[in-house]
Every structure is written in structure tokens, then in C-alpha cells.
């Protein structure tokens, strides 16, 4: 669906919510990066509130490895009540992607002068 001019997208939907829980299910690593939509504001924080409950789920009955990365990101898992469900959480978000990408991150590259 297409976000009609002149709107925006604060949140994501229940048909959205259960496309995720369908296809996060089956997963054994997921990397969570920005929340859904304006969770700070309690009108738009339905979907990311209801990933975190997924996540959560997905920790602990199917033992998924969950890593929550960014500060928004961890802000809203702390704020859904889920966090320490998750297996990791950072608020190096865009640090973790580019870990994650192969680059060098100088804070950990410093290390190695130790």
C-alpha cells in the first residue's frame, strides 16, 4: 500500500504486525534497527510495541538470537517492557550496521594499538 500525498506513516498496521510475526517466527537471528513508527507517542507506538512483543517471543520459545541496535531502538524496547527478554542491546546503531557491513570501526581499530 502506498502512503497517500500530503500523509505520512507514523505506525505500522495489524495486517503489517502479523506479516512480521509470520515471517520472524522461523528466524534464528534477527537484527532490529529503528522502530516501526513515532512510539513516543502513544497513538503511533502500537506496531513497534508489537514487534518487541514478537522479538520477545521469538528469544524465548524459539530461542532466536535477538539484537536490538540504536538508540531510538533500544529506547522503545525499554519503553514496550521487553528489553531484557532480547540478547543484545546497543545503542551503537549505525556503528552495528557498519560492523556488521566489514568496516573498521576507529574505536575498535584503537584497540589494537593497546
Excluded at 35 to 49: A, D, H, R
Aim: glycine share 14%; aromatic share 4%.
Amino acid at each position: 500500500n502506498s502512503i497517500p500525498e500530503g500523509w505520512m506513516g507514523l505506525d505500522n498496521g495489524p495486517d503489517s504486525t502479523e506479516q512480521q510475526r509470520k515471517i520472524l517466527n522461523n528466524c534464528k537471528t534477527i537484527l532490529m534497527n529503528g522502530p516501526m513508527g513515532v512510539f513516543e507517542f502513544s497513538n503511533y507506538s502500537k506496531g513497534t510495541f508489537a514487534l518487541m512483543e514478537i522479538l520477545s517471543d521469538c528469544t524465548k520459545k524459539n530461542g532466536a538470537t535477538t539484537i536490538i541496535g540504536g538508540g531510538d531502538s533500544v529506547a522503545a524496547c525499554e519503553q514496550s517492557g521487553h528489553a531484557g527478554d532480547m540478547s543484545h542491546i546497543s545503542t551503537g546503531g549505525g556503528a552495528s550496521l557498519e560492523l556488521l557491513e566489514g568496516k573498521v570501526l576507529p574505536g575498535v581499530a584503537a584497540l589494537d594499538n593497546l
